[in-house]
């Protein structure tokens, strides 16, 4: 007998989020102490989606809509063109500076989240912060649950940078920044750190909310020079 496969099933083949991945970001916005409570238990006690799993399906939602929506007239895909000109590159015959700019931000948008994703893995599962004994496996079950609201809130949100000028790009991206500081922030004080003090859990959720932090920013620097320079190697740019 063949099991009927609804929308349900459908939306965890293609992006990881079933209904009860949406009730498990819904409980760490509203009741995250529920939520890392169960991340000590190997089967999440059976209610919530792995921690991980959510992050990767929101990431992956997110690189969904800027693959969707990159264009030649979009802010980002305008200030690498214009990066370009500053620095007095010369497109090959047949192209032009925005399509490089286009070619440079695909290469970015696929590189950045495998980046985040690695230095995640290398660096924060080492995290020796949490005032009791935590496994590699748990600090990471912990580390990304503390992630998934302001993960959220970029998918919310994605929509609103394409209406941004290339001009204010850098702004935005220290508004994003500063945002996505603040939410891991409170994210990791409510529930992340469940053994210490008050002020134990306010210098913890600012270490890590700043550790992961420089990460993103290491991953995103680091992807933006690596298109950029698989760009100029793979239509041989040079200086006009």
Same mark, same amino acid.
């Given at each position: 007998?063949?099991e009927?496969?609804?929308?349900?099933d459908?939306?965890?083949?293609?992006?990881?989020l079933?209904?009860?991945?949406?009730?498990?970001?819904?409980?760490i916005w509203?009741?995250?102490?529920?939520?890392?409570?169960?991340?000590?238990?190997a089967?999440?006690?059976?209610?919530?989606?792995?921690?991980?799993?959510?992050? +990767?399906?929101?990431i992956?939602?997110?690189? &969904?809509?800027?693959?969707?929506?990159?264009?030649s007239?979009?802010?980002?895909?305008?200030?690498?063109?214009?990066?370009?000109?500053?620095?007095?590159?010369?497109?090959?015959?047949?192209?032009?500076?925005?399509?490089?700019g286009?070619?440079?931000a695909l290469?970015?948008?696929?590189?950045?989240?495998?980046?985040?994703l690695?230095?995640?893995?290398?660096?924060?599962?080492?995290?020796?912060f949490?005032?009791? *004994?935590?496994?590699?496996?748990?600090?990471? *079950?912990r580390?990304?649950?503390?992630?998934?609201?302001?993960?959220?809130?970029?998918?919310?949100? &994605?929509?609103a940078?394409?209406?941004?000028?290339?001009?204010?790009?850098?702004?935005?991206?220290?508004?994003?920044?500063?945002v996505?500081?603040?939410?891991?922030?409170?994210?990791?004080?409510?529930?992340?750190?469940?053994?210490?003090?008050?002020?134990? *859990? &306010?210098? *913890?959720?600012?270490?890590?909310? +700043?550790?992961?932090?420089?990460?993103?920013?290491?991953?995103?620097?680091?992807?933006?020079?690596?298109?950029?320079?698989?760009?100029?190697?793979?239509?041989?740019?040079?200086?006009?």
């Amino acid at each position: 007998m063949t099991e009927k496969i609804g929308v349900d099933d459908l939306a965890e083949d293609v992006f990881g989020l079933n209904i009860r991945g949406l009730r498990s970001i819904g409980v760490i916005w509203i009741r995250p102490a529920v939520y890392f409570s169960a991340a000590q238990d190997a089967g999440w006690d059976g209610r919530f989606t792995p921690s991980i799993r959510l992050w +990767l399906s929101l990431i992956a939602l997110t690189s &969904l809509f800027q693959f969707i929506w990159i264009g030649s007239d979009t802010p980002l895909v305008a200030a690498y063109a214009e990066g370009f000109r500053n620095a007095g590159l010369v497109p090959p015959e047949g192209m032009t500076l925005q399509q490089l700019g286009e070619r440079a931000a695909l290469w970015i948008y696929a590189l950045a989240p495998m980046v985040q994703l690695a230095l995640f893995l290398l660096v924060l599962g080492f995290f020796p912060f949490w005032g009791e *004994r935590a496994t590699y496996s748990l600090a990471l *079950r912990r580390v990304f649950g503390v992630m998934i609201p302001s993960a959220t809130l970029l998918v919310l949100f &994605l929509p609103a940078l394409a209406l941004v000028p290339s001009s204010q790009v850098a702004m935005i991206g220290y508004v994003i920044g500063a945002v996505t500081f603040l939410l891991d922030a409170l994210t990791g004080y409510r529930a992340a750190f469940p053994v210490a003090s008050a002020f134990g *859990r &306010l210098w *913890r959720a600012a270490l890590l909310a +700043l550790c992961i932090l420089i990460l993103n920013v290491i991953a995103n620097v680091g992807a933006q020079i690596a298109g950029i320079v698989l760009v100029s190697y793979q239509f041989g740019l040079s200086a006009g």
